[in-house]
C-alpha cells in the first residue's frame, strides 16, 4: 500500500517540482492526509517524528538553502517509511542522498553546470521506493 502511495504522488508530485521548481502545498496535503491514514494506528509516532523532520528541516533550510516544499516532502516521506528504528531513518537518508547524487551527476552531464534550483522531489521519491525495495 505504501509503495502504491509512493508511486501515485511520486510521478505527480515529481513532475510538478520539475516544470516549475515549486511543490504545492495542496499536493502536499493530498499527500499527508493519505500517509497519516496509513499511518492510523500509531498516529502520534507520525506526528512526532514528522514535527522532529520539520524542526530539523527549518534548520537544513536556513542554513544550506533547501527549500520549504523539499522540507514539507520530506517531513511526510520520514514518518511513512521509517517506524522509531535509528538504522531504518539512516537507510532511507542514505538511499534519498544516493539518488540525489545521481540526480545531479545527470545534471551535471546532461547541462555542463548545476542550477541552483534542483527539483529534489525526484529524488525524494527515488529513495523512498529504493529503500522500500530494500526492506
Do not use: E
Not at 542522498?97 to 551527476?105: F, K, M
Amino acid at each position: 500500500m505504501t509503495l502504491g502511495l509512493l508511486i501515485i504522488f511520486g510521478a505527480v508530485i515529481s513532475r510538478i517540482d520539475i516544470r516549475t521548481h515549486q511543490i504545492p502545498n495542496r499536493a502536499l496535503i493530498y499527500f499527508l492526509i493519505c500517509a497519516a491514514a496509513l499511518s492510523f494506528r500509531d498516529l502520534s509516532r507520525f506526528a512526532q517524528i514528522s514535527l522532529l523532520t520539520l524542526l530539523f528541516g527549518i534548520f537544513f533550510s536556513i542554513v544550506i538553502g533547501v527549500g520549504m516544499g523539499d522540507v514539507k516532502l520530506i517531513a511526510v516521506l520520514l514518518p511513512l517509511l521509517a517506524h522509531n528504528h535509528a538504522l531504518k531513518i539512516s537507510l532511507l537518508l542514505i538511499c534519498i542522498s544516493v539518488t540525489s547524487i545521481v540526480a545531479a551527476v545527470i545534471t551535471i552531464v546532461k547541462k555542463g553546470t548545476i542550477s541552483v534550483a534542483i527539483p529534489w522531489a525526484p529524488s525524494l521519491f527515488s529513495g523512498a521506493i529504493l529503500y522500500l525495495a530494500t526492506r
